[in-house]
Every structure is written in structure tokens, then in C-alpha cells.
């Protein structure tokens, strides 16, 4: 009877010592910290991607309330949340435009040769690394889908033709794909850009090796160049890049092309 | 020569991971990067000596003077975890890049089992203070070792062609016992 006694007392010294110890050592070690950081933290969409530099929204958030960091940086949240972020902090939000991850790359496993028999580690980079790319191509897809497991928003797909497929209506533009691709066949561009677009990122200046590559690679013919009424389109870095301040999207590019690598950027993104 | 002798037989030949199988939780969870083993090894490393100089005396002092040894267990459960706060507390407002490192390793390892059964042993074969201490520190960095060989292996894991049936946490258990198994090597070290 003693020892259960004796046990209870101490029990509750204990606790009660340990409790009112630790309740003063958190008033006197108390940080204060900005009430606007977890404020912001709650609009910000909590996805983490990394899209606007910061580690993770928390770090994006800290970064605002400090005032170092821009409004306009989370393109995931698009407008609604950069707007909620300058009413919070008080300041003018400067509007973004929208923009979308597009593929540079039309090389499917029926048009573009594999170079031989892969079996290194299964992904783009590993292949990338240890033998250049998996396709004759050394600028094609590789077709293992780092851009597919790197999305956050569910938005790229890996279809049977070997080449990712964007959900333009789900993806966000956070840029996560653009970084992650060894071969660097991601662009973003914004939603309601109108015009013609190149979809091959070939830069060498060797015609017979893009013709024995890919069926549909930039083949460097510069038809397009000539075929433009506005003179809009010229060669840079062996790949022709439309100016879209002059482009009219008049497609003439797109019909006179011989290995069918320009399309309109219009009839590719669903326009809202 | 005792204290090396400790020492040593804490840090390899009696592993806590590889030949007690204690601390398996955060042995699995954080071996998943190099860096990020060698934070908790050191977090871990910092709250054992720490635990170990706090719980020896009050089991001395106090349990062993009022006949309460029976309490060992809730006292020192109790005494750890608030000590980890309180810690936890002082690291964050007075030396904020430590806590920045370490901050999210310490609120793991409030009621990490080798931290308590590092006091339960420090009482168990009867050391005397310096020794516990000793002890303290080896069974800790043995158990950083063994988080930093553990993610060594991860990192080839990762690339290696693992069946199905095994990926993930079982591939792991499998390459812990083999390690362990390696470890077994240590046994005759110490005559």
C-alpha cells in the first residue's frame, strides 16, 4: 500500500515538474514568428513543385514575407492565387500570363530509329549519361519518362508511341518537365500565343543525318524561310524560330514544310 | 583500456541496428540519403549523451534512494521526451541554423527505442558514469555507421533491378541482415 502511495506521489511530481518546466521553457524560448507566413502558406496551392525557386510553398511563402520574392512566381496558382498573395501582403499584383510545357519532339518508335538495344538503367538520364540517348537521334526523346514521373499535376502521360503526352487543360506550367528533360525538349509557352512552332529540337547542320534519324526531324531545307510572306521566320541554332510579332498564322509554313515539323501552336493548345 | 574496450564493443560488435535490432523505425526511414543519415546519426549521437548524463544520475540519485527502480521505464520515457523539447525549444531560438539542420531529426527521435535502451543498459551492466557516458556515445556513432553504410547501399539499390515481390521496404530488411551478417564478423575482435 505504502510503495503504491509513494508511487503516485513521485508520478505526479514528476509530471508536474516536467509539465510547468516545459511550459515556461517554451513562453521564455518563444520565436515570433510572421503571421503572414502561415496565412500565405494556406493560399499557395501546397504542391510543392519548385516551379517558382523556392524549396516547396513554405519556402516561397517565407520568401514573400520577407518581400524578397515577387507575387507573380507560382504558376501553378495562376492569377486567383497571385492576387490572393498581393492582397495579403498589400502590394500591386503584377498579372502573369499563363503558359504550357510543349514537347519538341515528334520522334514516335515508328519515325525514329532506335540506335540499338538499351539496357541500362531505366530512365532518360541514366540513358542520357551512360550511351548519349536511346535513338539514332542524339536530340530525340528517350522515352522513359522522367517527365512523367516528375509532374506533379498528373498532366504528362507516356503514350505507346514512346513519347510523353501534355494535358493542356491540366498542365500548369510550373516548368518542372522543362528542367528535368536531359535532352531539353520542353518549352513553355503561353496559352494564348498564336502562330507556328517547330516541333524538333535536331540542331545539327548535317541534312543526311536527320533524313537517316528521324522521318519527321528538321531536315534544315529552309523551305519554311523562304515560304514565309512575312519573313518572319529565321535559323537559329539549325533550328528556324518564328518571330510571333510578325507570325499571322497563315500556315503556309506548315503546308510548305517536307518532313511535316511545324504545326500552329493554336490548333495544338486547346484554346478557353 | 576499458573505456576503448566499451567503446568498441558498443560501436561494432554489439551494433544497436545490426546485432540488438533496436532503432529499426528510424534506421529504415532515414538511411535514404547520405546527408540526411549523417543529420540524424549526429541528432541522435547529441540526445543519447545528453539522455544518458540526465537519466544515470536521477536513477542513482533518486529511484535507487526512494526504492522505485520498478519506474524505470515511465521516468526515463518521460524524461527523454521532455528533454527533447526543451532542447528542441533552446536550439530554435538561440542557435537557429543547428535547429535548421537537426530541428526535424529531434522531434523523431523523442522515443527512439536505442536511446532508451542505452539508458536501460548504462544501468543494467552496472557502469559507472564515465563509462555510461562512453558507452553512450559508441552505441550512437554505431548507429550513424550503420545509417550511412545503409545509405550507401540504397543509393545502388535504387538503380538495381529489384523483383517486384521485394521493392521497397522488404529489399531493405533483406540487405540490412546481410549486413548484419558482415557484422558478425566484428564478434572476436575484443578477447
Sequence with gaps: MLSIIITLIFSVILASVLGIALGYFKVKFNVEKDPRVAELEGILPGVNCGGCGYPGCSGYAEALAKGIAPVNLCSPGGKSVSDAIAATLGVNAVSTEPVVAMLLCQGTKDVAKDRGTYVGIKTCRGAKISAGGTKTCAYGCAGFGDCVAVCQFDALTMGSDGLPHVDYLKCTGCGMCVQECPQQLFVLVPKSRKGSLVLCSNRTTAKASVIKACKTGCIKCEACVRACPEHCISMVNGIPVTDYSKCTSCGICVEKCPTKCYQLIQKTIPQI | ?191
Design chain 2, 1 to 191: 583500456m576499458n573505456l576503448i574496450k566499451i567503446f568498441l564493443s558498443a560501436f561494432l560488435i554489439d551494433n544497436i541496428v545490426l546485432m540488438k535490432f533496436l532503432a529499426l523505425c528510424p534506421f529504415v526511414g532515414m538511411s535514404t540519403d547520405v546527408n540526411k543519415s549523417i543529420g540524424m546519426g549526429l541528432a541522435v549521437t547529441f540526445v543519447t549523451v545528453l539522455a544518458t548524463s540526465v537519466t544515470y544520475p536521477l536513477y542513482y540519485l533518486v529511484l535507487v534512494p526512494f526504492n522505485l527502480k520498478f519506474l524505470q521505464i515511465l521516468v526515463f520515457i518521460l524524461v527523454i521526451a521532455s528533454l527533447v523539447q526543451l532542447v528542441e525549444f533552446f536550439l530554435k531560438k538561440n542557435v537557429p541554423g543547428l535547429y535548421a539542420s537537426m530541428g526535424i531529426y529531434l522531434t523523431l527521435i523523442t522515443t527512439n527505442c536505442a536511446i532508451l535502451g542505452v539508458t536501460f543498459n548504462n544501468i543494467s551492466y552496472k557502469f559507472n558514469f564515465i563509462e555510461a557516458i562512453v558507452y553512450a556515445t559508441g552505441t550512437a556513432l554505431g548507429f550513424m555507421l550503420a545509417l550511412v553504410l545503409m545509405a550507401g547501399i540504397r543509393e545502388r539499390l535504387r538503380s538495381s533491378p529489384v523483383p517486384k515481390f521485394l521493392q521497397g521496404t522488404p529489399i531493405i530488411f533483406a540487405a540490412t541482415s546481410l549486413l548484419a551478417v558482415a557484422f558478425m564478423g566484428f564478434a572476436n575482435l575484443i578477447k
